[in-house]
Nanobody, 126 residues
Framework: QVQLRESGGGLVQAGGSLRLSCAASGGTFREMTGAWFRQAPGKEREFVAAISWSGRRTYYGDTVKGRTTISLDKAKDEVNLLMNVLQADDTGVYFC???????????????????WGQGTQVTVST
């Protein structure tokens, strides 16, 4: 059973940066698609970014594109998310997800992912 553990959330000032990490146990991101989603209070879960098992293909949601980078640290077997120029709308719980189907073509869809972390709270203060 794959388990995912997020780290790096917290309180960040608007305009600042955030780095989140996700570590996998019982599986490896070198064989799975890794992704980040987020959910704000009263809103649906939103796709943030995804990265292929090889680390060569990345995907971004429209609201974060251009200020966000997802990466795969193969040595640590972690998927990392770096987000810059944080805004109040970036507040929410950020979830790490993993999909063993490496070629689904549905990287943007939460329904595609089999494994989820517990989530880490990110609050952007203005």
């Amino acid at each position: 059973q794959v388990q995912l553990r997020e780290s790096g959330g917290g309180l960040v000032q608007a305009g600042g940066s955030l780095r989140l990490s996700c570590a996998a146990s019982g599986g490896t991101f070198r064989e799975m698609t890794g992704a980040w989603f987020r959910q704000a209070p009263g809103k649906e879960r939103e796709f943030v970014a995804a990265i292929s098992w090889s680390g060569r293909r990345t995907y971004y949601g429209d609201t974060v594109k251009g200020r966000t980078t997802i990466s795969l640290d193969k040595a640590k077997d972690e998927v990392n998310l770096l987000m810059n120029v944080l805004q109040a709308d970036d507040t929410g719980v950020y979830f790490c997800a993993a999909d063993t189907n490496r070629y689904s073509g549905r990287e943007y869809s939460a329904d595609e992912y089999e494994y989820w972390g517990q989530g880490t709270q990110v609050t952007v203060s203005t």
